[in-house]
T-cell receptor
């Protein structure tokens, strides 16, 4: 398996534009997490899906952020409209099953909003 | 509120010494605790997992302890090498279907 795949790797956009980040989890993994990482706040959990259903979205900063998981092999995180304070590295991670196993992370998307 | 605390200051040690990193938590009842390594520009990579009923876990030069009374985990790297230089994060999960939450991480620098 190629691991968790995120795209794009880098995104530079202007304030006010819509940004869509994509994630393909490892095949067979049924838990998916979106995180945001900054120097100040570390790795913050945004949303957690289990079997394609959002279980906990309490970390989503505000209504400008939305996430979907239409099927087991694809998830998106959308920011509309984007703001400079959204600049960060966004990671997607997947876990196999509910048991105590490791999370596999993608390479991340570095988002810069100017 | 729930908190996971790791030393924010970088840990500088000399090659060959043992590095010890700390993870403290409050208002969690974790089913297990994990340690990850993160290199610049990359996602975290899993190292070790320890369950709530385990006191200690070892893997090669790595050792993790877990004290649920003190609400603390210690992560040790023995015979450290410059290649061990990275940021190390601890993560907690209360149960199989709960969120996986990370500390901010501690940067380790091993000098030759």
């Amino acid at each position: 398996d190629a691991g968790v795949i995120q795209s794009p790797r880098h995104e530079v956009t202007e304030m006010g534009q819509e940004v869509t980040l994509r994630c393909k989890p490892i095949s067979g993994h049924n838990s998916l997490f979106w995180y945001r990482q900054t120097m100040m706040r570390g790795l913050e959990l945004l949303i957690y899906f289990n079997n394609n259903v959002p279980i906990d979205d309490s970390g989503m900063p505000e209504d400008r952020f939305s996430a979907k998981m239409p099927n087991a092999s694809f998830s998106t995180l959308k920011i509309q409209p984007s703001e400079p304070r959204d600049s960060a590295v966004y990671f997607c991670a997947s876990i196999s099953g509910a048991s105590n196993t490791e999370a596999f992370f993608g390479q991340g998307t570095r988002l810069t909003v100017v | 509120s729930q908190k996971i605390e790791q030393n924010s200051e970088a840990l500088n040690i000399q090659e060959g010494k043992t590095a010890t990193l700390t993870c403290n938590y409050t208002n969690y009842s974790p089913a297990y605790l994990q340690w990850y390594r993160q290199d610049p520009g990359r996602g975290p990579v899993f190292l070790l997992l320890i369950r709530e009923n385990e006191k200690e876990k070892r893997k090669e030069r790595l050792k993790v302890t877990f004290d649920t009374t003190l609400k603390q985990s210690l992560f040790h790297i023995t015979a450290s090498q410059p290649a061990d230089s990275a940021t190390y994060l601890c993560a907690l999960r209360n149960s199989g279907y709960s969120t996986l939450t990370f500390g901010k991480g501690t940067m380790l620098l091993v000098s030759p």
